[in-house]
């Protein structure tokens, strides 16, 4: 096995790994020199089984690198379409990659506008700008963390070209009413599922109810191979076109025509290793999925009564989560006034590998700088860009960047005598808040 070490974690932590003293909800916080509860480490991510090495070590001595010369990107690209019900998949170096494609084949360009929450990673709306259309911010909903439906409709204007909703924390954003504005207003979907393998809404897996769905293969993800993305989806003419652009434009199902090139393309393509990796975890993707879902439900139980600690929930059409980060808020005035960075530093040294999340992407500087280019000067006016700059509030999102907390997936991956550990660190903190305020 592989992956992140006990001595990596502890320096991660700060925590010193000790153990036999004392310990429960009564103790000392580590943080003020008491024992803490976790003694060990949780599981290692990504995990790697040496029966797995086979197939890796005969793709390195064929010299069939690239997919081009081999079968093993195409045979994942099966598996994945099989595993989510969508009608192809295509496998791409990385997911930013995977939404600038469909971006790309959506013919989301200059000058248009797309609507994404300011609750994610950078790459969502840096595909937008990358793709000299502006990003436009929907409020998100602070109990799910996604995307706030009700906002989307209130920031279209003329020249809204598509709604990226974000699958965030392996969560799901409400699809059915996502859907409808999209169809009334005449909108393109992406999915930007990189964070939610295997989730679903109402029975369907995410990626497969939009126009194109785009996941990450990235080493944190539930299901990761270093780097690696695909595009996914229902429509097999616009996944014709995917697989064309991403490799150089050559002729693919029914992207036909020209002397070699059938459209403009780029090369985007995964490698044959990167899928290879792919296949051997997509073995233990379902059983990982499973632990995680049974491990979140035990500690939401756990803790969810400690006043200012409100789990984050999902849509009722929800009927799978991926948890790839199991998340919650945070009420410090419920909390005897304690600061979140000093609740997260107390959890941290009692063992437990916490994060505060995101911070408000709609405030970050890349969005100012790159609207002031010649690109965007020329392709929107200056009372659209003025007007953008006044209306990118996000309220709600600013409320949930400072009350956030994230513990990340592979903690779930553990027993229940685990989630005790981080339930019963949760509940000394809490016992010993007026100590921390
Ligand atoms: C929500 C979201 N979108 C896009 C990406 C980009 O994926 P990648 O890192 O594979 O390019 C990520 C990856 O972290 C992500 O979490």
Redesign the pocket.
Known sequence: MAGVSAGMLTAMSGVSLGGGAPRGRAGKLALLGGTPVRGKPFSAWPIWRDKDDQPIIEILRSGKWFRGWGDVVRQWEARYAELTGATACLGTM????A?LTALHVLDVGVGDEVIVPPY??V??ISVVLMSNALPVFADVDPETFQIDPEDIEKRITPRTRAIIP?H?LGGVADMDRVNTVAKKHGLAVIE?A??AHLAQWRGKHVGTLGDLGCF???NSKNLPCG???AVIGMDSKLMDQCHSFTNCGRPYGSVQGGGGNARLGTNRRMTELQAAILLAQMQYIEDYAKQRTENAAYLTSKIEKIPGISVRKDYPGTTRCAYHLYALRYFADEFGGVPRGRFLEALRREGIEVSGGYGPLNKEGIIAGTLASKSFQRAFSKERLDAYHRDNECPANDRLCEQAVWLPQYLLLGSKADMDDIAEAFWKVYENRTLLA
């Open positions: 990385n997911g930013t990659n939404l994610t990673f790459a969502t974000v965030i930007d990189c964070q990450s293969f990235q780097e690696g993305g």
